[in-house]
């Protein structure tokens, strides 16, 4: 069966812009240590990495359209220049009072990933949502993955005692979460990423 890794963007693959900021030109998409690393783990062993991310600023008129999609070029060039690849990248770009289903927590960027790949919905084993959000862990239990929150993001972990929906797992970085996915489902014999995951149930 295709397995499958959804991705947030900010936070998780690139170094998170500040609150109520976006990234907005190339030269501001810096990627977070070993980022690029975890997702060549994820693709060598076989899993399709999608990317789902809420970008309003382009509905606010913050940045256009075609600036974002410079910012997606420099991104999946630098994925593949590391030996990873992105199946494709899903954005939200409508303003957060659209009612879109598009824009997290909805899952209806990950039901058109799962679409993609002949799937109706994730398989709780095999597939994964990571994030760095509250609406990241909505959007990935509400499309039947698995969740990894990351702690390289916005979100502290504090506030998690609040949740209605808790994560499955917590580690630190993407990198970590790719290591924590492969040694779940047989592809690696202990790793330092299953050993720093903190499981929830």
Excluded at 43 to 52: C, E, P, R, T
Excluded at 124 to 152: P, R
């Amino acid at each position: 069966m295709k397995k499958a890794v959804f991705l947030d963007r900010d936070g998780v693959i690139n170094v998170f812009p500040g609150n109520g900021e976006y990234v907005t030109k190339v030269k501001d998409l810096h990627f977070i240590p070993r980022a690029l690393e975890g997702i060549k783990i994820l693709s060598d062993v076989g899993y399709q990495v999608f990317v789902v991310s809420n970008q309003a600023g382009v509905g606010k008129g913050v940045f256009s359209q075609d600036k974002l999609n410079r910012i997606t070029n420099k991104l999946t060039k630098a994925v593949e220049k590391a030996g990873g690849q992105i199946r494709k990248v899903f954005y939200c770009t409508h303003k957060p009072d659209a009612g879109c289903t598009c824009r997290k927590p909805g899952p209806g960027s990950v039901f058109k990933a799962l679409k993609m790949m002949d799937k109706s919905k994730a398989s709780f084993n095999t597939d994964y949502f990571v994030g760095d959000t509250k609406m990241d862990i909505e959007a990935g239990y509400a499309s039947g993955c698995q969740t990894i929150f990351v702690l390289s993001g916005r979100e502290n972990r504090r506030y998690m005692r609040t949740w209605l929906v808790q994560p499955n797992h917590i580690v630190k970085d993407l990198y970590d979460a790719a290591r924590l996915i492969t040694s779940q489902n047989g592809f690696l014999n202990g790793t330092n990423g299953s050993k720093k995951a903190i499981k929830r149930k």
